[in-house]
């Protein structure tokens, strides 16, 4: 193995998020406050997930967009539609706040 490989590989450390994880490697895309990383169930890793990751640093007149945004990704995610894109679950830390959701096939 060469050792850019090594070091490449070293720099993928997974993130745990409850029972997901992620690598910063796999980022899909991002926000004016959040960045979405791709990820997995860590029971499951076959079952891969979207990590949205939101700062809390400068949202406090934004945090009420947040909840209703979680509010909203409940409601949808009891429809089970297969076109809308379902929430598995919701958590923060004193940093951010963690919304993993369905990885959506449709282009942002
Ligand atoms: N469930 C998902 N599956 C796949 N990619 C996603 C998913 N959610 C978000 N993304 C990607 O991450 C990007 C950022 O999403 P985010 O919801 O943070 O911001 P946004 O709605 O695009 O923009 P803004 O912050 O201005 O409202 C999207 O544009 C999309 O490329």
Redesign the pocket.
């Given at each position: 193995m060469s050792v850019v490989k090594a070091k490449t590989l070293m720099k993928m450390e997974l993130i745990q998020v409850g029972e997901y994880e992620y690598t910063k490697q796999d980022?899909?895309?991002?926000?004016?406050?959040?960045?979405?990383y791709?990820g997995r169930k860590r029971k499951n890793p076959s079952q891969s997930?979207?990590v949205?990751m939101?700062t809390k640093k400068g949202i406090q007149k934004a945090s009420e967009i947040l909840v209703k945004?979680i509010k909203i990704l409940r409601e949808l995610t009891a429809l089970h539609h297969p076109n809308l894109?379902a929430m598995h679950d919701c958590m923060d830390s004193p940093a951010y706040v963690y919304v993993v959701?369905?990885?959506?096939?449709?282009?942002?």
């Open positions: 980022m899909l895309g991002h926000g004016a406050f959040a960045v979405v791709k997930v979207a949205k939101v945004e894109v959701m369905e990885v959506s096939i449709f282009r942002f």
